[in-house]
């Protein structure tokens, strides 16, 4: 297996930047990875993510093995061909969105039999299954173990209970992955929010080899300030020469939270989920265009994202798109959103090459303090 090359150019406390090296391109980090479900970024142009300053997107395996079929993709060149996304791509591994359904699916020792959402279907997804479909079908640049997303709240045994199953999925999953020379094999830290748990997950998954570290069971209603002690938890005990990353996260104060804590890379639906609900994310924080009071604004949305959906609509046009219901609206302000993010990103690697990070923390904390909740997006949408 393939460990790609991880570069650490600079450092601030605990936060760092880098560069990721992989055979299709270099991803910058701290980076932000736009989630394209079903081989598409919603609303989005696949030259509009990356002229956006996006370097990596994601795959969903549970997603494209229903519809349109992982081996129908493979048939019709892999999933970069089929998408046209030319960069890295990263699959999560099926396990969030078989969790997420827990009246449709029977969970053992070997794997998970579930039923299609679409059409009731039934399906087997084991960790050699799974690494067949994202590495072999597919062809992502990196795939994710198989895990089981652990429920929260839950209690310390069914938290252990799940670390464990994880850790023994993640020695078949790299036994499925075998030896690859172009791609590379990530693995999930689990244990809820129980110190003693996180740390046996950490020293289990880091002792197996893998080419990067995912911290999971996050973003799955936890909250804030519990999300960032589960990180607390668990970052020391991850080796720092290799990727670490943070599924399913997040707001912007969340990025920015973690970041401080030692994560280099994220991805969440909330750009483009919140675009199609006409929520816009700025520096001065998150506005809904469907506010009466936009109604005859005509200043755009954020001149200082450098993107033409941030600079060249009015937030009174975006307000009639919106409120008409016209797919336009949606669509620019998906668009400016995963600008946003990546233009986030962008300050937060040039503040740590600075080593002014922790004055851009400490502003951007007080001024999106209110964006703070328990409600979490979840990563599949």
Same mark, same amino acid.
């Given at each position: 297996?393939?460990?790609?090359?991880?570069? *650490?150019?600079?450092?601030?406390?605990?936060? #760092?930047?880098? @560069?990721?090296?992989?055979?299709?391109?270099?991803?910058?980090?701290?980076?932000?990875?736009? @989630? /394209?479900?079903?081989?598409?970024?919603?609303?989005?142009?696949?030259?509009?993510?990356?002229?956006?300053?996006?370097?990596i997107i994601l795959g969903n395996t549970y997603h494209l093995m229903l519809r349109p079929g992982a081996e129908r993709v493979k048939r019709?060149?892999?999933?970069?061909?089929?998408?046209?996304? !030319?960069?890295?791509?990263?699959?999560?591994?099926?396990?969030?969105?078989?969790?997420?359904?827990?009246?449709? #699916? !029977?969970?053992?020792?070997?794997?998970?039999?579930?039923?299609?959402?679409?059409? /009731?279907?039934?399906?087997?997804?084991?960790?050699?299954?799974?690494?067949?479909?994202?590495?072999?079908?597919?062809?992502?640049? *990196?795939?994710?173990?198989?895990?089981?997303?652990?429920?929260?709240?839950?209690?310390?045994?069914?938290?252990?209970?799940?670390?464990?199953?994880?850790?023994?999925?993640?020695?078949?999953?790299?036994?499925?992955?075998?030896?690859?020379?172009?791609?590379?094999?990530? /693995? *999930?830290?689990?244990?809820?929010?129980?110190?003693?748990?996180?740390?046996?997950?950490?020293?289990?998954?880091?002792?197996?080899?893998?080419?990067?570290?995912?911290?999971?069971?996050?973003?799955?209603?936890?909250?804030?300030?519990?999300?960032?002690?589960?990180?607390?938890?668990?970052?020391?005990?991850?080796?720092?020469?290799?990727?670490?990353?943070?599924? /399913?996260?997040? !707001?912007?104060?969340?990025?920015?939270?973690?970041?401080?804590?030692?994560?280099?890379?994220?991805?969440?639906?909330?750009?483009?989920? &919140?675009?199609?609900?006409?929520?816009?994310?700025?520096?001065?924080?998150?506005?809904?265009?469907?506010?009466?009071?936009?109604?005859?604004?005509?200043?755009?949305?954020?001149?200082? @994202?450098?993107?033409?959906?941030?600079?060249?609509?009015?937030?009174?046009?975006?307000?009639?798109?919106?409120?008409?219901?016209?797919?336009?609206?949606?669509?620019?302000?998906?668009?400016?959103?995963?600008?946003?993010?990546?233009?986030?990103?962008?300050?937060?690697?040039? &503040?740590?090459?600075?080593?002014?990070?922790?004055?851009?923390?400490?502003?951007?904390?007080?001024?999106?303090?209110?964006?703070?909740?328990?409600?979490?997006?979840?990563?599949?949408?």
């Amino acid at each position: 297996m393939a460990t790609f090359p991880f570069e *650490i150019k600079a450092r601030e406390g605990k936060a #760092r930047t880098g @560069v990721l090296k992989t055979p299709r391109g270099d991803i910058r980090t701290p980076a932000f990875m736009p @989630v /394209g479900t079903a081989a598409t970024v919603k609303a989005l142009y696949m030259d509009q993510v990356e002229q956006a300053g996006a370097d990596i997107i994601l795959g969903n395996t549970y997603h494209l093995m229903l519809r349109p079929g992982a081996e129908r993709v493979k048939r019709l060149g892999g999933l970069h061909k089929f998408s046209g996304w !030319k960069g890295p791509m990263l699959t999560d591994s099926g396990g969030f969105q078989v969790w997420s359904l827990s009246q449709l #699916r !029977k969970m053992d020792a070997d794997g998970v039999t579930f039923r299609s959402h679409i059409d /009731g279907s039934e399906h087997r997804l084991t960790p050699a299954r799974s690494i067949e479909i994202q590495a072999d079908l597919l062809g992502a640049d *990196i795939s994710m173990q198989l895990d089981e997303c652990t429920d929260f709240p839950c209690t310390h045994e069914e938290a252990e209970r799940s670390l464990d199953l994880s850790l023994d999925w993640g020695a078949r999953s790299l036994e499925a992955f075998g030896e690859r020379d172009s791609q590379t094999l990530f /693995g *999930i830290v689990q244990g809820s929010n129980f110190r003693d748990l996180r740390e046996k997950s950490a020293k289990g998954v880091v002792s197996q080899g893998f080419g990067g570290i995912a911290l999971g069971g996050l973003a799955v209603g936890e909250g804030h300030d519990q999300m960032c002690a589960t990180i607390d938890m668990t970052v020391p005990y991850l080796p720092g020469e290799k990727p670490r990353y943070v599924m /399913g996260v997040g !707001k912007p104060i969340d990025l920015v939270e973690s970041v401080a804590r030692g994560i280099d890379m994220f991805d969440c639906v909330l750009p483009t989920r &919140a675009g199609r609900h006409g929520q816009a994310w700025t520096w001065e924080g998150p506005i809904n265009l469907k506010n009466a009071r936009f109604a005859e604004d005509t200043s755009p949305i954020d001149e200082a @994202v450098p993107s033409p959906a941030s600079q060249d609509y009015s937030k009174a046009y975006l307000h009639h798109l919106i409120k008409s219901g016209e797919y336009l609206g949606s669509m620019i302000l998906s668009w400016h959103n995963t600008a946003f993010f990546q233009a986030l990103m962008a300050e937060v690697r040039l &503040a740590i090459e600075e080593n002014r990070f922790e004055a851009l923390r400490a502003e951007l904390s007080q001024r999106w303090a209110a964006t703070k909740s328990s409600a979490r997006a979840p990563k599949d949408a």
